[in-house]
C-alpha cells in the first residue's frame, strides 16, 4: 500500500501491490526524490542487487550517503550504520621519524607512506572489507602537509593523499578526513602542528623538554616501561601544548601584543597568523581531495583544547579533569620554568582508591634554560610575563602573579569567557565555510567537543554548520590509566561528575557491559538534546593490547583484551550508533606497539600477519585475518542498510546470536520528547524507496555453520550470500510504523570465549548463605522474644 501523497507525508513505503505504478512515478520525481531500489519491484528476489551490506560506495548506496536526524541515509532512504577504523595511529608520525634525531631535521620529514605505501593498499583495504569495517577516519596532520615552513606545501604527500583516498569506492569504503592532534604537536610531545608553529610564537625546540615545558620522551620512542606509562596527556598543561592552543583559539584576547610577520610582510597577531595558516593548510587539503566520492567529510581538528583559556587559577589545575601524574607544574610553575628559573614542582604518583596523588616535590631545569628563543617574537622573555600575567620580584628573588583570572575573562572588558561561544563555535562555522567553497555543501562536516566533556548545551542551531556529524570520542579512562582489565570496572566518567562511588562500581562482564553502555549513552543523549536530531559518531573508542602488563604477548591468551572489547561493542550496539575504533596500525609490531609515546591500541599486528605473496583477496579468505588479535569481539555482525528505522541490535559474541528491530517510518507518530537512543524519531523520515535490509554477516561466523533465521513475517523473504558477507531481507509489511523483527542464530553455535558473569553469578551462594544465617539469627532472636 502507500502511504499519503509525499506533500502530506515525509515518506513513501513501497509495497508489493504498489510497486509497479510507484516505481513509474518515482523515476520520474524531482532530482531532489531518492531513486528507486530494485527491491521496489513485486518480482525481486532478495540479494538480486550486486551490492554488499557493507558497501558504502555509489553503488552500493544508489548516490551519496547524506545526513538527516540522527542517522545517515543512502539515495534509497535507508539508515545506514556506519563502522570501521581510525587509518592510522601511524600516521602521526612521519616514514622517516627518527627517535634518537628528534627533534632535529623537522623541515625534511616526510609522510608520504602514512597509513601504508600504496603498493600496501590492496592488501590493508582488503582486509578491513572483509571484517566489515569500511568507514574510515583517516587521519591527516598539519605537519604532513606543511611541515617545510609557512605557505610550503608537500606535493608529494598530497598527490599520495589523492591516490590512496580515490581507491577507497573500490572496496566499498567511505572516509572522513580527520585533521588529528594531540597536545598540539609533536614537538610538544603529542602530533599534529608543524615545528615552525612553535618557533613562530618564540619557543626554542631545543630547550622544551630541558624546561619542563614539554614531555618528549614519548614521541622519542619511550612510554613502554613503568615509570613512563600514560605520562604523555600531562602535556596539554605543560607551557608549549598550553600557550599554543591558547595563542591558536583566543590569542587576539589573550596575547594581543605577540605579532608575527605573515609571508606578504605584515604584521598580524599570532591568533590570525596561526588560524590563518590552518585555514589555508586545509584548503589545500580541500581542493586536493574534496571532489573525491571517497570523501564522505572533514573534520576540522582531532580533540581540541583550550589551553590556558577558563583558566581560574595560576596555581593549579583541575585534578578531575586534568591527569596528574609525574611532574606536573602549575601554570604559574610553567611560566617561571620556561623562563629560567629552577623551580620545585610536585611529583605525582599512582594510588588508591584516588588514581593519583602528590608524593613528593623536585627541582625542575636546574640549569635555569629557557624555553624562549632570544631571536624569537618575545626576545627570550616569556609570553605570559610579557602581558603582565606574572613578574620576576629582583629584590626577593622570586615570580609574583599579577593576574591570577587572566584567562577567565576578557583582559580589556572584564567580561567572563566562554571558549565554546567565544572561540570554538565561531571558528568552526569559519573553517566550515572556507571548506566548502572547495567541496560543496554535500560533504559533511565532523566536530566534537573537548575530550571527557558532554556536548555542552550553549551548542545551539545557529553555532551550528550545514550537514554537521557530531564525532565525540569514548575511552574506559580507568583502564587506560591502569592498564588492567579485569573483573571490576568503574563509572569515571560519573565518579568526575560525583556520582556516589558505590554506584559507580560494576562486576563482572555484565557489569562491564552496562558500565560502558551508560557511559556512551549519557555521551550520545547529550549530543542529541544540545545539538538537536544530529547524526552521532563515536571517532575513537579502543582498547589497550598492552592490559595486564603486556601478559597477553608471553601467554598468547588474549581474553581480557577479548572481553574489555566486547563491552565496549555491546555498549555501542545498543546505543545504535557508529564509530571508528582506534585503530588499525599497518606499522604495529608486539615490541613497538603504535610507537608513539608508549601506546598500543593497534588489533592488528604486522608482525602476526602472512606475508602478501601468501594473502588471497576474497572477502571470505581467512588468510586475512592473520595479524588480527581479537578478532571475534571486533568482527560482529550488524544492520549496515535498513530499509526503515533501526530500533534495537544485540549480538551476543560467544554464540554469534543476534537480534534486530526495526520499523516502518510513520509519519503520524507522536514526538518522543527527551531524545532517547531507545526511541528515535519514526516521523520526519524522507522517502523510503527501497525494502531491502541489508546485515552484514561476517563468513568468520557462518563458515561451515548454517544461519538459523527466525521471527520474520510470514510474508518476508530472505537469503544470505556468505560471498558478499550479507543477510539480505526483504519486508513485506509497507503500512507506517509497522515493526520487524529477525533473529539469527548458528548451527553448531560457537564456543564461547568466557563466562558472561556478574556479581549474583559469582558470589550468590555466598550472598544467600549468608542470608540464611542472618535470616535464622533473627527468627532466634525473635522466637527468644517470644517465650
Not at 598539519?142 to 580515490?166: F, M, N, Q
Not at 572522513?176 to 609533536?186: E, G, Y
Amino acid at each position: 500500500m502507500l502511504s499519503r501523497s509525499t506533500s502530506e507525508a515525509s515518506f513513501i513505503l513501497i509495497g508489493p501491490d504498489a510497486a509497479e505504478s510507484l516505481s513509474g512515478s518515482l523515476k520520474n520525481a524531482r532530482e531532489d526524490k531518492p531513486k528507486v531500489h530494485s527491491s521496489a519491484e513485486a518480482t525481486y528476489r532478495p540479494g538480486s542487487s550486486p551490492s554488499h551490506a557493507h558497501d558504502w560506495s555509489a553503488a552500493g548506496t544508489g548516490g551519496l550517503l547524506t545526513a538527516h536526524g540522527r542517522h545517515f541515509i543512502d539515495a534509497y532512504g535507508r539508515v545506514c550504520n556506519l563502522r570501521g577504523v581510525n587509518l592510522s595511529g601511524c600516521s602521526k608520525t612521519p616514514v622517516n621519524d627518527d627517535h634518537d634525531l628528534f627533534p632535529v631535521h623537522s623541515s625534511s620529514v616526510t609522510f608520504v607512506g602514512r597509513p601504508f605505501p600504496l603498493e600496501e593498499a590492496h592488501e590493508h583495504l582488503s582486509r578491513l572489507r572483509r571484517w566489515g569495517l569500511t568507514f574510515i577516519r583517516f587521519i591527516v596532520t598539519w605537519e604532513a602537509v606543511e611541515h617545510t615552513g609557512p605557505g610550503i606545501y608537500d606535493t608529494d604527500y598530497l598527490e599520495y593523499l589523492r591516490k590512496v583516498l580515490s581507491l577507497l569506492p573500490n572496496y566499498g569504503m567511505t572516509a572522513f578526513i580527520a585533521m588529528h592532534q594531540d597536545v598540539w604537536s609533536r614537538y610538544s610531545g603529542g602530533s599534529g602542528a608543524p615545528s615552525w608553529t612553535l618557533e613562530v610564537v618564540g619557543f626554542d625546540l631545543m630547550s622544551l623538554e630541558e624546561t619542563g615545558a614539554a614531555w618528549l620522551v614519548g614521541v622519542k620512542g619511550g612510554g613502554h616501561v613503568e615509570v613512563e606509562r600514560g605520562i604523555w596527556p600531562c602535556g596539554y598543561q605543560k607551557l608549549a601544548a598550553s600557550t599554543m592552543a591558547t595563542c591558536f583559539w583566543a590569542g587576539d584576547t589573550f596575547a594581543p601584543k605577540l605579532k608575527i610577520k605573515s609571508n606578504d610582510g605584515s604584521e598580524v597577531t599570532v591568533q590570525q597568523f596561526l588560524q590563518n595558516a590552518f585555514l589555508n593548510m586545509w584548503e589545500v587539503v580541500a581542493r586536493t581531495v574534496g571532489d573525491l566520492p571517497g570523501v564522505l567529510g572533514f573534520e576540522i581538528m582531532n580533540e581540541p583544547h583550550r589551553g590556558y583559556v577558563q583558566l581560574p587559577s595560576l596555581h593549579e589545575f583541575d585534578y578531575n579533569s586534568d591527569l596528574h601524574l609525574s611532574y606536573v607544574p602549575t601554570a604559574f610553575q610553567s611560566f617561571l620554568l620556561g623562563a629560567g628559573h629552577p623551580t620545585s614542582v610536585g611529583h605525582w604518583t599512582r594510588s588508591f582508591p584516588m588514581p593519583t596523588r602528590l608524593t613528593s616535590e623536585g627541582v625542575l631545569n636546574p640549569d635555569g634554560k629557557k624555553a624562549w628563543r632570544e631571536d624569537g617574537p618575545t626576545e627570550s622573555k616569556c609570553l605570559w610575563e610579557m602581558h603582565g600575567v606574572w613578574g620576576w620580584d629582583r629584590s626577593k628573588k622570586e615570580g609574583v602573579v599579577l593576574r591570577e583570572n587572566y584567562f577567565t575573562k576578557h583582559p580589556m572588558t572584564n567580561q567572563k569567557i566562554d571558549w565554546y561561544t567565544d572561540f570554538y563555535y565561531p571558528f568552526v562555522q569559519k573553517w566550515s565555510d572556507r571548506v566548502r567553497k572547495f567541496t560543496g555543501n554535500e560533504k559533511l562536516v565532523f566536530v566534537e567537543p573537548i575530550p571527557n566533556e558532554f556536548c555542552p548545551s550553549s551548542w545551539t542551531s545557529e553555532r551550528q554548520p550545514t550537514s554537521l556529524v557530531y564525532a565525540p570520542h569514548w575511552y574506559d579512562l580507568n583502564a587506560l590509566f591502569a592498564k588492567a582489565f579485569g573483573n571490576f570496572t568503574v563509572n569515571v566518567q560519573g565518579l568526575s561528575r560525583g556520582m556516589f562511588p558505590l554506584k559507580a562500581f560494576y562486576w563482572g562482564h555484565k557489569g562491564a557491559r552496562d558500565n560502558f553502555f551508560v557511559q556512551i549513552k549519557n555521551i550520545v543523549e547529550a549530543g542529541y538534546k544540545s545539538l538537536g536530531e544530529k547524526p552521532v559518531v563515536i571517532g575513537e573508542c579502543g582498547i589497550p593490547m598492552d592490559l595486564n602488563k603486556g601478559e597477553a604477548f608471553r601467554s598468547e591468551d588474549w581474553t581480557s583484551q577479548l572481553k574489555m572489547m566486547d563491552a565496549m561493542m555491546s555498549a555501542l550496539e545498543r546505543c545504535m550508533i557508529g564509530f571508528t575504533l582506534w585503530n588499525y596500525n599497518p606499522s604495529n609490531t608486539d615490541q613497538l606497539g603504535d610507537d608513539w609515546n608508549g601506546e598500543n591500541f593497534s588489533w592488528f599486528s604486522r608482525s602476526r600477519a602472512l606475508p602478501a605473496s601468501l594473502l588471497s583477496y576474497e572477502q571470505t579468505s581467512p588468510t586475512l585475518d592473520n595479524g588480527g588479535r581479537i578478532l571475534p569481539s571486533i568482527v560482529r555482525p550488524y544492520p549496515a542498510k535498513t530499509a526503515g528505522i533501526p530500533l534495537k541490535f544485540e549480538y551476543e559474541m560467544n554464540t554469534g546470536a543476534f537480534t534486530f528491530e526495526w520499523s516502518n517510518p510513520n509519519a503520524s507518530a507522536p514526538s518522543t520528547g527527551t531524545p532517547s537512543i531507545f526511541s528515535p524519531p519514526l516521523g520526519g523520515h524522507p522517502i523510503l524507496a527501497a525494502r531491502e535490509t541489508e546485515i552484514y554477516v561476517p563468513s568468520a561466523l557462518a563458515q561451515g555453520r548454517k544461519l538459523v533465521v527466525e521471527d520474520l513475517d510470514s510474508n518476508d523473504r530472505y537469503v544470505y550470500d556468505e560471498s558478499r558477507q550479507t543477510l539480505f531481507i526483504v519486508t513485506g509489511d509497507t503500512d507506517p510504523g509497522a515493526k520487524h523483527r529477525v533473529s539469527v542464530t548458528l548451527r553448531p553455535p560457537l564456543t564461547p570465549a568466557f563466562e558472561v558473569n556478574d556479581f549474583m553469578s559469582d558470589f550468590g551462594a555466598q550472598v544467600m548463605a549468608v542470608g540464611v544465617v542472618v535470616f535464622a539469627f533473627f527468627a532466634y532472636i525473635f522466637a527468644t522474644y517470644l517465650r
